[in-house]
Every structure is written in structure tokens, then in C-alpha cells.
């Protein structure tokens, strides 16, 4: 098991802190694995640009990956994977 930083825009993050989203899609660039935790962490991009620069919010959350499907598999481009979330508790 490991534990992945990770910038979390807006949007999803209000998302997976109502339990409304319980997913993950990210390029597999971490060798993300079931059992790791991601540690999501809210940032506000300055611009709507993947490279904008912007700053933290200070809200976070822990989740563990639960089911992985790996990039190739069902018409996934091979870079992405999609993994099933839920909170870490405590």
C-alpha cells in the first residue's frame, strides 16, 4: 500500500465529499495499485487550463482504492485507469 498526493479540482472534490462521486479516473503514470490511499487535496486553478497555475484551499480527504480497472481494458486508453473510492476511516 501507498499514499498518492494529488491535486483535486473543485468540482470533484465537492463531488467525492458527498459520496455523489466514488471514482477516480487518472492517468496510471503513479503505478496506482488496490489498497493505496489517495490523499485528495482541493486546488483552485487560476483559468480553466490543465497547466494553470493556482493555489491549495486547504480542504482534503483520504480515500482507498477499492477496484482498479487498468487502461486497455475495456476501450480505456492505456495510459488512464479508473479506480473505485471510499473514504478512509479513521
Not at 483520504?62 to 492505456?78: K, N
Not at 488512464?80 to 476511516?89: A, D, F, G, Y
Amino acid at each position: 500500500m501507498r499514499e498518492h498526493d494529488l491535486k483535486t479540482w473543485p468540482e470533484p472534490f465537492r463531488a467525492i465529499m458527498s459520496g455523489e462521486k466514488r471514482y477516480e479516473i487518472r492517468r496510471n503514470d503513479r503505478a496506482y495499485a488496490v489498497g493505496d490511499v489517495l490523499h485528495l487535496r482541493e486546488f483552485e486553478p487560476n483559468g480553466k487550463s490543465l497547466s494553470s497555475l493556482g493555489s491549495y484551499t486547504g480542504q482534503s480527504t483520504r480515500v482507498c482504492v477499492t477496484y482498479m480497472t487498468e487502461g486497455g481494458a475495456w476501450g480505456l486508453p492505456p495510459d488512464l485507469c479508473v479506480m473505485s473510492i471510499e473514504p478512509v476511516r479513521p
